[in-house]
């Protein structure tokens, strides 16, 4: 059975709603939780780091969960990092190696080193309206996305 997608309109509602729900659960934390959770899903992610050679990570925007301990992790265990780099508003997003050396148009960080295929992506998700469940949901999706990255590499 196919389901059908919902209407660009309502994706755009929902996607607000799970981002509003995700910033209203990251205000109940505080810093040290913040931190901590960070740090658990670098340890969560570290099988999947062990195996990758070139990691994509962003900066933090706003109640997004840090990935910069899983990164580090990665850069510990030889892997290198890639961010995402935009040309413009519009222009389709790339990684590049290196870095942060400068905001993009959509307000990152961003790096102008030399573009990059990836192994491991890390980049946050869509969470649920559960804000509890949000924050695994995302480092769940960021395991699974390693392990896309990684299968697609290997085959």
Not at 71 to 94: C, V
Not at 113 to 140: K, M, N, V, Y
């Amino acid at each position: 059975m196919v389901v059908p997608s919902p209407s660009l309109s309502e994706k755009q509602l929902r996607r607000a709603a799970l981002r509003q729900a995700r910033r209203e659960f990251v205000a109940t934390l505080s810093p040290g939780m913040r931190l901590q959770a960070s740090a658990d899903l670098s340890q969560v992610l570290r099988p999947l780091l062990e195996k990758a050679t070139v990691v994509g990570g962003y900066h933090t925007v706003g109640s997004e969960i840090d990935p910069a301990p899983a990164l580090h992790l990665a850069e510990q265990l030889g892997a290198t990092i890639a961010l995402p780099a935009f040309a413009g508003h519009g222009e389709p997003m790339l990684f590049r190696t290196g870095p942060a050396d400068g905001i993009g148009p959509y307000a990152i960080a961003q790096s102008s080193g030399t573009r990059s295929g990836l192994t491991c992506c890390l980049s946050p998700s869509s969470p649920s309206t559960e804000s509890a469940i949000a924050w695994a949901r995302e480092a769940a999706t960021m395991t699974a996305r390693c392990r896309r990255f990684g299968r697609r590499v290997q085959d």
